[in-house]
């Protein structure tokens, strides 16, 4: 049998008062002990959908008074919702993938040239972009060495994609230029 030492569990009613007195109540959310850390929620009316929730430093409060226990409010109940598995894990693999396509960048295979582009290209458009050996990606549309406008060649996209990446390719060499 374990017995709870957390001075402030889930539920508990606290009114805390700070050193330049400011006035907290409401019900605990979580504590944390190490960094000394509350979180409140003063909700005045559990049918309401609007909440105040306060982080409060206990290393600035001067008094805690605690209340009786009470359930948490309806709206707290997020915290124990179960996690969408199937989001989770195509979250992981696409930044794995974007993790391998970092990593083969940085390899000596690729030109500094296509690395810069590959760069700029993820600021405007990083779904679906990745390294097909020396080629880049994006959108059906692929561009291969020496990463020159003209060598942008629609694969299996639009031409209106090709277009965005043609321009985006002529920003990135007129800045090489300056």
């Known amino acids: 049998m374990s017995v709870n030492t957390d001075p402030f569990p889930a539920g ?6 700070t050193r330049l007195g400011q006035k907290f109540a409401g019900n605990v959310i979580c504590f944390d002990q190490i960094q000394q850390l509350i979180l409140l929620n ?3 009316d559990e049918d309401s959908k609007i909440s105040d929730i306060h982080l409060v ?3 600035h409060v001067s008094d805690v008074k605690y209340g009786a226990e009470q359930s948490l409010p309806k709206k707290s109940e997020f915290f124990s919702q179960k996690l969408n598995s199937a989001k989770l894990e195509s979250r ?23 690395r810069d582009l590959y760069s700029l290209i ?19 549309v692929k561009i291969s060495p020496p990463y020159e406008e003209k060598n942008a060649v629609v694969t299996n996209g639009s031409q209106q994609a090709l277009n965005h990446i043609r321009n985006i390719i002529r920003f990135y060499q007129s800045k090489q230029r300056t």
Do not use: C, F
């Open 42 to 44: 003063s909700s005045t």
């Open 92 to 114: 992981r693999r696409r930044n794995v993938e974007d993790k391998r396509n970092e990593a083969y960048a940085h390899s000596e295979e690729i030109d500094p040239v296509g």
């Open 57 to 59: 430093n206990l290393k």
């Open 122 to 140: 993820k600021k405007q458009l990083p779904d679906g972009l990745r390294w097909v050996n020396k080629d880049i990606e994006v959108q059906g």
């Open 12 to 17: 508990v009613w606290v009114e805390l008062t």
